[in-house]
């Protein structure tokens, strides 16, 4: 897991790729990506109050498309960036890739015993994902290399591929709301 924030003084415009660059060259399976927030009692919040830069208090939700002070990126900008990495990062086929390579260079094992919990996930996972999802062919393609390259990684490889799909739930989700319009 990691844990990325857009929105400091210092990004410059090419943030946007370089972060999804990092994350899938890294490996990184559940990147959590979300916009600066200056919040109240800090030496951030002071600092841009004194430049005139606070728009609001702001409620500490970093991933709403909702910014409460001015950035120095155009504002329009970064939360379009904000989208733009969201959406690439957590599209099946990059998100698979991810996890596969996740899958080769760690080799995460659960010594989990089928349980009718799990089995339920991984139904549900092959029902939600599998038959139902957008990305049905990816996600079979995903589950027949995790069953037969990562065999002692399958507990791992189905945990993500649900927290891949919920990821992909919310990126949709914010993808389609409205921008918020931030005067600059």
């Known amino acids: 897991m990691g844990g990325f924030i857009l929105g400091f003084d210092t990004d410059r415009e090419d943030v946007f790729e370089r972060l999804v660059e990092f994350i899938q060259n890294s490996a990184i399976p559940v990147a ?4 600066l927030q200056a919040m109240p009692g800090t030496q951030l919040f002071r600092r841009l109050l004194g430049e005139g830069r606070i728009l609001n208090a702001g409620g500490g939700n970093n991933t709403d498309c909702e910014l409460n002070f001015l950035p120095r990126m155009n504002a329009t900008r970064l939360l379009e960036g904000y ?5 690439r990062i957590y599209a099946c086929d990059a998100y698979y890739e991810r996890v596969k390579l996740f899958l ?3 080799q995460p ?3 989990q015993r089928w349980s009718y919990g ?21 996600y079979w393609k995903f589950l027949l290399t995790a069953a037969t390259r990562y065999r002692r ?13 919920h990821f992909r739930m919310i990126t949709d989700q914010l993808s389609k709301a409205d921008l918020i319009e931030v005067v600059d």
Not at 83 to 87: A, K, Q
Not at 121 to 138: E, T
Not at 153 to 165: I, K
């Open 32 to 35: 959590m990506v979300g916009l």
């Open 83 to 87: 989208r733009h990495v969201l959406t």
């Open 104 to 106: 080769s260079r760690c």
């Open 109 to 111: 094992q659960f010594r």
């Open 118 to 138: 799990s089995l339920r996930a991984f139904f549900s996972s092959m029902v939600h994902q599998g038959l139902l999802g957008k990305s049905r062919l990816s």
């Open 153 to 165: 990684s399958f507990g791992a490889a189905m945990t993500l591929a649900v927290m891949g799909h």
